[in-house]
């Protein structure tokens, strides 16, 4: 039982600064939330521009299914923290859980 908790506490203290893109579902959201990620929320209609110009300033991961972002002469990724592009189909939750928490897991290591 301790193993579990102390596998809890560590997954908890990984903690990535991550800006949702607003075609990111609320349960991906509170799904990253609860593992322990300070994640900033874009409503509809929020400019591509101002959210890359938002991630660079709080130096934050962007979190998005659009492949635009993959434009590195409008948005180069050297000045963020990076960009998450999740295109996984069918875009199951579990699916994109699965993905981001082995990426997650990788990048802890």
Do not use: W
């Not at 607003?22 to 929020?46: A, M, P, S, W, Y």
């Not at 295109?87 to 997650?104: C, G, M, V, Y």
């Amino acid at each position: 039982m301790r193993e579990k908790n102390y596998q809890a506490i560590e997954l908890f203290q990984f903690k990535m600064k991550i800006i949702a893109d607003e075609n990111i579902k609320l349960k991906l959201v509170n799904f990253l939330i609860q593992r322990g990620h300070d994640v900033g929320i874009i409503t509809k209609g929020f400019n591509d521009n101002k959210l890359f110009t938002l991630a660079c300033k709080e130096k934050r991961l962007i979190l998005t299914h659009d492949k635009h972002f993959l434009n590195t002469s409008l948005f180069p990724p050297i000045k963020t923290a990076g960009i998450i592009l999740l295109r996984i189909h069918p875009p199951e939750l579990s699916k994109l859980e699965n993905a981001l928490d082995k990426l997650f897991n990788h990048l802890k290591e």
